[in-house]
């Protein structure tokens, strides 16, 4: 069932954490809350958890309100950033918690027990403790203890941010397989724009306790509304147009945009524009001077002044060595009218 | 999923509601009962003193008061008592001082043995130190009979030599912990700096730990000022207020003078309590994250010096038991001095039985404290009901009551025919939940403090996963806290077993206990019979560590403190 959530209020104190959120989650798919440290996306996930109470708003399963039932009743598996693991308990035991808080029958138990670690791949661990288990294999341990009682919703805080880069690669890879194969709803937490890039269907991008834009890696990256989730997910030129609405221009050099523009902040994303060689055109073109140029190896990235609007420093990238564009070099630059994105 | 499985998944998912008000129920049902528990057994006795304080004949007022404060004879009481615990808190915390510093910070050794030989006091009844004083330098003791000399140790200077004893082990414990931190990079900077031992201790060391010195005082001088079995022991004709209570109530009956005895009692207690909770609460930012352990250097004129020191405490700490065990054995200390057990027959007034009492009620206010002061601490920390506030201000009130004191409200609250508890009256069940609340406070603190220490996200994990209060408490918490818990139990029975101050009013010929039994034996002048008491009780303590350290080190929980 999807979740929905509207308007959703949380103070703390005279801290907002989270002011009037809206946002759909669509049965079946992953989501992931991304946004810069302090803008709410726990409190989102413990509110949504029934871990935290909302000062006003409403969380809808399918349709039916869960605004009054209580954590343990909301039949939802929660992943914690780590160290969640009952340290008491072994791996198998970890596992069985829920189902034995649901009065689950010993033989059904113990079959869907070794049917986790073996979703997990950690049949072999199963009667170690939390501290005899690499913090990879704890989390592991947490995803299939929160699976195993069949929640109707996965949560899961920054899961993977106490692991190191390696083993958090596999585990990202990991835990979208599992998601898609269970095909059960799920909602991550995570400051890391490449795993929600690699791993979300829908990105909401939070800031400030507020939404800033929700939808595909590709929409947010394609279509960003504001400056923050332009500059957030991936990285973009930003510049000030002059009349906007009515005569649309760059310093001297008047735009053509596919859409009537709206606000005066422009947005160009670095590989969205070409060095033009001679005679070649484009929608938009500016003569520009480089004024560094830095190797990295399969990639040159270059900042450059344009001669239209010199105070508007932009950053672009050429492929490979990029020979012959060193500081000083003249040259011309093209951006496709599609290419202009209006940032409110 | 087989089809049970499924329903039965599907059961958890459509418990709404009544779960809810159940896990809220059982949070509200175990606040009140800790809350009623409190109001009974601290509040009212507490509330029974003050008001019969108040009580005089021609009704409610302060005639009592200005009857007790007309009487020279108070005054002088009130300077005796001040005195001689001011001398003997100083003299205490001095020397357990320079004690725990060498323990700490420089390299005597054999320091397991001298830090538990200096604990043996806590583990006998406060008075047993006036009797090993006595059989040491008294009329008839050791050295006035076999080595000559010709000491009077009765009056001040006994009491004030018998409480600094008896306080040491309080104050080394709260010394040590302070010596314990301390940040290698300040002494690295002081060397560095070109400053000299005696200056950095004087700089550096003693401001460090000045708070832990502070709150030493406070306890020990309370301890003092309270205690009145070794000044009724070692006392002879130099009485204190706390001598003059049991007078005025065992002798006299005077419950009312008594009372205002009490409230005057309860001032310098409350006054140094709340000292030291505003002072220890500063203590804390001293060590940060970043800080590095201080290592102890070699410096063999240190050592040798502080191991000599230590040495000579050790020996008279040593001495105190080691001389009572010796009077247990004798066949009239100190004219016949030939081995003999006979006063471990116990052939006098009850013969064991206030021994099995005490162990019983020991037992007892074992088990039920830890409860008691485990929910207690659940229900403040874990709980959020409107009780939660009022219970943890309740939770750390006793650490201010003198013992004395609350067991003199006890007899007034419930040696009243008006009390519906009037029936608990006279029973060894008042004499549990007395020493339960008397020892309320320290064991609560550490409960809570392992509680704080077990991440709430467990107990997140659980709810999410379905769990309810109870089956997290059983399947998570009291597995991680049980050493502790036995921690506390061990406190609680050590205490239930010396304690002597808070039950003394309440005894019954039924309900005697070990304590008073050494008291009542000292006190008639049978020194060898009141000495194999003291035996037994010290026994049984040891025993009990004994026994508790090697169940925790079978379980593999090392790092429990069993003494505090
Ligand atoms: N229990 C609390 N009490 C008071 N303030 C809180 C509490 N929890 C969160 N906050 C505040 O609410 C805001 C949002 O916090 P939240 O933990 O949701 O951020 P976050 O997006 O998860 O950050 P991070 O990426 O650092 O985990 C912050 O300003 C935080 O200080
Ligand atoms: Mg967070």
Redesign the interface.
């Given at each position: 069932m999807d979740i929905r959530v509207t308007g959703l209020t949380k103070n703390f104190g005279s801290t907002t954490a989270l002011s009037d959120v809206s946002l759909d989650v669509p049965e079946g798919s992953l989501t992931c809350f991304l946004g810069p440290s302090g803008c709410g996306k726990t409190t989102l996930l413990r509110v949504i958890a029934g871990l935290e109470e909302a000062d006003a708003g409403q969380i809808l399963l399918g349709d039916a309100d869960l605004s009054r039932t209580p954590a343990r009743d909301r039949n939802f598996g929660v992943v914690f950033q780590s160290y969640s693991l009952f340290p008491n308990l072994t791996a198998a035991q970890n596992v069985a918690y829920g189902l034995e808080c649901r009065r689950w029958s010993k033989p059904d138990t113990r079959r869907r027990v070794a049917e986790m670690l073996d979703l997990v791949h950690l049949d072999d661990q199963r009667d170690k403790l939390p501290a005899q288990m690499s913090g990879g294999q704890q989390q592991r341990i947490a995803i299939a203890r929160a699976l195993a009682p069949h929640p109707s919703l996965l949560l899961l805080d920054e899961p993977l941010s106490a692991l190191d880069a390696k083993v958090r690669e596999e585990l990202r890879q990991e835990i979208r397989a599992i998601q898609q194969r269970l095909g059960i709803t799920t909602i991550m937490v995570t400051h890391d724009q490449n795993e929600a890039l690699e791993m979300a269907d829908q990105i909401v991008v939070l800031n400030g306790g507020k939404v800033e834009q929700a939808g595909s890696a590709r929409a947010l990256y394609d279509r960003p509304r504001t400056r923050f989730v332009a500059e957030f997910i991936g990285s973009i030129n930003t510049f000030t147009v002059q009349d906007p609405q009515t005569d649309p221009h760059l310093g001297t050099v008047r735009l053509r945009t596919s859409e009537p523009l709206k606000s005066s902040t422009l947005g160009v994303r670095p590989e969205a524009i070409k060095v033009l060689d001679d005679g070649q055109e484009a929608d938009n073109v500016f003569a520009a001077t480089i004024e560094k140029a830095t190797f990295l190896g399969n990639m040159t990235v270059l900042h450059a002044r344009l001669e239209a609007a010199p105070d508007q420093p932009v950053v672009f990238e050429a492929h490979g060595p990029a020979d012959g564009l060193e500081p000083g070099r003249k040259l011309r630059l093209g951006i496709a009218a599609g290419d202009l994105k209006d940032l409110a | 999923?087989?089809g049970?499985?499924r329903t039965?998944?599907r059961?958890?998912?459509s418990?709404?509601?009544p779960?809810?008000t159940s896990?809220r129920g059982i949070a509200l049902l175990l606040s009140a009962i800790m809350a009623g528990l409190m109001l009974v057994f601290l509040v009212m006795p507490v509330a029974a003193i003050l008001l019969r304080s108040l009580d005089t004949q021609a009704g409610p007022g302060l005639g009592n008061f200005a009857v007790t404060f007309a009487d020279p004879r108070f005054w002088d009481l009130l300077v005796n008592s001040l005195t001689v615990s001011l001398l003997s808190s100083t003299l205490a915390v001095s020397l357990a001082y320079l004690y725990a510093y060498a323990l700490q910070r420089s390299n005597v050794p054999l320091k397991p043995l001298l830090r538990i030989v200096v604990m043996m006091p806590l583990f006998a009844p406060s008075l047993v130190q006036a009797q090993g004083l006595l059989l040491l330098l008294g009329r008839n003791g050791a050295f006035n009979r076999f080595l000559g000399f010709d000491l009077d140790i009765y009056g001040f200077w006994g009491v004030a030599l018998a409480n600094t004893l008896y306080t040491f082990p309080y104050a080394f414990l709260i010394l040590s912990a302070a010596l314990a931190v301390a940040d290698a990079r300040v002494y690295e900077s002081a060397t560095m700096l070109g400053a000299r031992p005696g200056r950095i201790f004087r700089t550096v060391t003693l401001p460090a730990t000045r708070y832990g010195i502070a709150a030493a005082v406070f306890v020990t001088f309370s301890l003092s000022v309270t205690d009145f079995g070794n000044a009724i022991v070692i006392g002879g004709n130099f009485s204190v207020l706390a001598t003059e209570i049991y007078n005025k109530v065992i002798g006299q009956g005077q419950f009312a003078l008594g009372a205002v005895i009490g409230v005057v009692l309860l001032a310098p207690a409350i006054v140094s309590k709340l000292l030291e909770k505003r002072i220890s609460s500063r203590q804390q930012a001293q060590m940060t994250d970043k800080s590095v352990p201080l290592t102890t250097r070699a410096n063999r004129m240190r050592d040798l010096v502080l191991s000599g020191y230590c040495y000579a405490v050790m020996i008279v700490f040593l001495a105190i038991p080691g001389i009572v065990a010796t009077a247990s054995f004798v066949k009239l200390w100190p004219y016949n001095m030939a081995f003999s057990l006979k006063h471990y027959a116990f052939d006098v007034q009850n013969g064991t039985e206030p021994l099995w009492n005490s162990v019983y009620v020991a037992l007892a206010t074992a088990g039920l404290g830890v409860t008691i002061a485990t929910v207690s601490a659940i229900v403040v920390q874990k709980f959020r009901t409107p009780l939660s506030g009022p219970l943890s201000f309740l939770a750390i009130l006793p650490s201010s009551i003198p013992g004395m004191v609350l067991g003199l409200g006890y007899v007034l609250a419930f040696n009243n025919p008006a009390n519906p508890l009037n029936m608990m009256y006279g029973t060894l069940a008042l004499i549990i939940f007395l020493y339960v609340y008397y020892n309320h406070a320290q064991a609560f603190l550490i409960a809570s403090t392992s509680l704080k220490q077990i991440?709430s996200?467990?107990d997140?994990?659980?709810?999410?996963?379905?769990?309810?209060v109870v089956?997290t408490f059983f399947?998570?918490t009291l597995?991680?806290l049980w050493p502790t818990l036995l921690g506390v139990g061990v406190f609680f029975f050590m205490r239930a077993m010396v304690s002597l101050s808070a039950v003394i009013f309440l005894i019954t010929p039924e309900t005697q206990v070990a304590a008073v039994s050494v008291l009542q034996l000292a006190d008639r002048g049978a020194v060898n019979q009141a000495a194999a008491f003291s035996m037994c009780i010290m026994a049984i303590v040891i025993a009990c560590l004994l026994i508790v350290r090697l169940v925790l080190w079978l379980a593999g929980a090392k790092s429990v403190t069993l003494i505090r």
């Open positions: - | 999923m087989s049970a499985a039965a998944a059961r958890g998912e418990r709404s509601l779960a809810l896990d991440s996200s467990f997140e994990a659980s709810t999410m996963l379905g769990g309810g089956r399947k998570v597995p991680l």
